[in-house]
C-alpha cells in the first residue's frame, strides 16, 4: 500500500534558520505529492504541490523537488520565521482509481525570536 | 475563490444528543471529503462523496450519517456519539476524486466536544 514517513518533531529553529523536513514515500506508480500546513486551531491549507519527477513546488519561500529515484520530497526554507510555527504533513495521492490523499504523521516547527 | 466554510466552529453535545455539522464550498467542485482529526495526528478520511454520491464509506460507524444535499454542500449528521468521537471534523474539496494531480482544499474545521 501507500504510505509517507516523516522525520519525528517537533523541530525547533531560531528565526531566520534554514528549515529541511524530510519526506520520503512508498506508492506504486506515479503519485502526486503535497505539502499541507497546520496553524494551531486551524484546518490544513495547502503550501505547494509537485505531479511529477523533478517537478518543484514553491510557495511563501517554501520548495520542495520531486524526487524519484530517492522517493522523496523534502520540504525545505531558506530562513524561517515565527509565524511559520505550525505542523506540515507530507501527503500523497496515487496515480490510479479512486485515489485519497495519503498523510505522514506530520513534523511541528517551533521558531523562536 | 478556494474557500471552503464550515459551521459550527466549535460544538460541545452530550451522548443523546443530534446535532449537524455542515460545509459549504463554492469552487464548482465534484468532491467532497470529512475527516476526523484527534490532537498531533494527521486527518483521517471517514467519508468522500463523489458528483453528491457517497463513494467511499472508510467504515465509520453509524452514529455519523453524511449527506451532500446538492455539490456545493456537505453535512455531517451526529447522534449518540461517544466521548471519544471528540475532534477536530474537517471538511475538504477537490475538483474530481479520480485519478489526477487535483489537491484538496480544506475547512477550518468543528472543534467537536462530546461530553
Known amino acids: 500500500g501507500n504510505s509517507v514517513t516523516q522525520m519525528e518533531g517537533p523541530v525547533t529553529l531560531s528565526e531566520e534558520a534554514f528549515l529541511t523536513i524530510n519526506c520520503t514515500y512508498t506508492a506504486t506508480g506515479y503519485p502526486s505529492l503535497f505539502w499541507y500546513v497546520q496553524y494551531p486551531g486551524e484546518g490544513l491549507q495547502l503550501l505547494l504541490k509537485a505531479t511529477k519527477a523533478d517537478d518543484k513546488g514553491s510557495n511563501k519561500g517554501f520548495e520542495a523537488t520531486y524526487r524519484k529515484e530517492t522517493t522523496s520530497f523534502h520540504l525545505e526554507k531558506g530562513s524561517v520565521q515565527v509565524s511559520d510555527s505550525a505542523v506540515y504533513f507530507c501527503?500523497?495521492?496515487?496515480?490510479?482509481?479512486?485515489?485519497?490523499?495519503?498523510f505522514g504523521k506530520g513534523t511541528m516547527l517551533l521558531v523562536s525570536p | 475563490d478556494t474557500e471552503v466554510t464550515q459551521t459550527p466552529k466549535h460544538l460541545v453535545m452530550g451522548m443523546t444528543n443530534k446535532k449537524s455539522l455542515k460545509c459549504e464550498q463554492h469552487?464548482?467542485?465534484?468532491?467532497m471529503y470529512w475527516y476526523k482529526q484527534k490532537a498531533k495526528k494527521p486527518p483521517e478520511l471517514m467519508f468522500v462523496?463523489?458528483?453528491?454520491?457517497?463513494?467511499i464509506n472508510e467504515s465509520v460507524p453509524s452514529r455519523f450519517s453524511p449527506e451532500c444535499p446538492n455539490s456545493s454542500l456537505l453535512n455531517l449528521h451526529l447522534h449518540a456519539l461517544q466521548p471519544e468521537d471528540s475532534a477536530l471534523y474537517l471538511c475538504?474539496?477537490?475538483?474530481?476524486?479520480?485519478?489526477?494531480?487535483?489537491?484538496?482544499?480544506f475547512g477550518p474545521g468543528t472543534r467537536l466536544t462530546v461530553t
Open positions: 475538504a474539496s477537490s475538483q474530481v476524486i479520480r485519478q489526477g494531480a487535483y489537491e484538496q482544499y
Open positions: 501527503a500523497l495521492r496515487a496515480d490510479s482509481g479512486y485515489s485519497t490523499l495519503t
Open positions: 469552487m464548482g467542485h465534484r468532491a
Open positions: 462523496y463523489s458528483y453528491e454520491k457517497l463513494s
